[in-house]
């Protein structure tokens, strides 16, 4: 007799990490066909709002780019749009929880452990399209009193701190990934589901941020020898 029987309906492990692969996919062709419909081209291909478009020079002079820069954004800006649609996941989720549990008196001894798998797995892989857009916090009592090149300046000078960060959380997270996947880890609840995709996530979120961090360095570089030539005002 499986551990699972009579719980009522669980999801399987293969249902969950397969829709999860599947179904930001699904929903952004979806959502492309719909705008492709209702909205013209140059909205339609208009960049989202950044939260601090006034203080990073380098999202205020979006043309200072070469070819590894746009590649690394374009990798940040799509591996944002595909985790957005988790979010969904999680509402669905819960609704159902809140159904079985308050309706019918079988609540689930799996919704709460996918749905803050799934949210931590969504924090980490976001951490890429944050930084592009400008959305991590900043202690900004310094920084924006200074002139637009020192603001730059400072933006290269600080990036050391971050990729000390950044390196240390790929090593970690490689380390975590190789043990978890070695000793087939499942988590300790009844579920059981695999552990090492979550773990995994977290190392393909790392590089993503390190490579974030990477195309904003070159364009600050980029930017501060260009402001220094006159070249942008």
Known sequence: MSDLEGFGFVMPHWLYWGWLALMPTVMITLNNFLEKKRINKEELHSNPENIQVNEDPVITHPLVHNKLTRCIDWFSEKSGLFIAFWTVNAVCFYFFEVIMRYLFNMPTIWVH?????????????????????????????????????????????????????????????????????????????????????????????????????ISKILKDIMLFIRMGRGEVV
């Open 113 to 213: 452990e996918a749905s803050y798998l799934l949210l931590g797995m969504q924090y980490v892989l976001a951490g890429g399209f944050a930084l592009l857009h400008g959305a991590h916090v900043r202690v900004d009592v310094v920084y924006n009193l200074l002139p637009e090149r020192g603001r730059v300046g400072m933006d290269i000078f600080t990036s050391m701190f971050f990729f000390i960060f950044a390196i240390a959380l790929v090593g970690t997270s490689w380390v975590f990934f190789r043990d978890s996947y070695g000793m087939s880890e499942t988590t300790v609840e009844t579920w059981g589901i695999q552990y090492w995709p979550v773990k995994g996530v977290m190392l393909l979120g790392a590089v993503s941020l390190l490579l974030a961090g």
